[in-house]
């Protein structure tokens, strides 16, 4: 998991409210994403942002919001629009650009929301 | 649009013995094809990558790969399996450099006995 963090470990909300999950990394890198983990299917992309105060929607940005006002920072707002919030939340970070380099995963944020 | 397909929710093998944790991809272009590990409650972890060149890539912890780009897999061996390598395994393409997104496959879930 080295260079990113994300935090809490846990989190639990009630429905309805609004919540932000943190994502920082210190590996320089340019491009930050945020993925969905449910079981069985996989990870789904929700947001992805390749460069400063850039970000594009993946496959499922309905019902989330981001920021990336610092390089090392990419937080995702779960909103109470989420219909299914409840789910592990993923944040990676690679090189970026038109590059050949991996990704690398943060420990992930377990939310549950009741 | 890309998509990747791992045919095999469960493979279990018994320590010594060889593992094979299958995928299959689609792309339109040059696939990016990577394979990640995940332990409980944990981020993924790299393995390994294939962008080019030689069809067979070796990675950590023991792991390989081949690139068949005739029948579009790319499945993950070992050739003498750990108990410590039960875990989930995904596997996840990138549609060659023009495309900043990857796309995972549903996971394999790998048992390894004593």
């Known amino acids: 998991d080295g260079g990113i963090t994300q935090s809490p470990k846990y989190l639990f909300r009630k429905e309805g409210q609004n919540v932000t999950l943190s994502c920082e990394q210190n590996?320089?890198?340019?491009?930050m994403y945020w993925y969905r983990q449910d079981p069985g299917q996989g990870l789904r992309l929700i947001y992805y942002?390749?460069?400063?105060?850039?970000?594009q929607k993946g496959d499922i940005a309905e019902g989330y919001s981001v920021s990336r006002e610092k390089k090392e920072s990419f937080p995702l707002t779960v909103t109470s629009a989420q219909k299914n919030p409840t789910a592990f939340y993923l944040c990676?970070?690679?090189?970026?650009?038109?590059?050949?380099?991996?990704?690398?995963f943060g420990p992930g944020t377990r939310l549950t929301v009741t | 649009a890309q998509s990747v397909a791992q045919p095999e929710d469960q493979v279990n093998v018994a320590e010594g013995n060889p593992l094979t944790v299958k995928c299959t991809y689609s792309?339109?272009?040059?696939?990016?094809l990577f394979w990640y590990v995940q332990y409980p409650n944990r981020g993924l972890q790299f393995l390994l990558k294939?962008?080019?060149?030689?069809?067979l890539v070796k990675g950590s912890y023991g792991f390989e790969a081949e690139f068949n780009k005739s029948q579009t897999s790319f499945h993950l061996k070992k050739p003498s399996a750990l108990v410590s390598d039960s875990a989930l395994y995904f596997c996840?393409?990138?549609?060659?450099?023009?495309?900043?997104?990857?796309?995972f496959g549903a996971g394999t879930t790998v048992t390894v006995r004593a």
């Open positions: 990676a970070s690679s090189i970026g650009g038109h590059s050949s380099y991996e990704q690398y």
């Open positions: 590996l320089n890198h340019d491009a």
């Open positions: 942002s390749q460069i400063v105060n850039d970000f």
């Open positions: 792309v339109s272009g040059n696939p990016y």
């Open positions: 294939y962008i080019t060149g030689d069809n």
């Open positions: 996840a393409v990138r549609d060659g450099p023009n495309d900043y997104k990857l796309s």
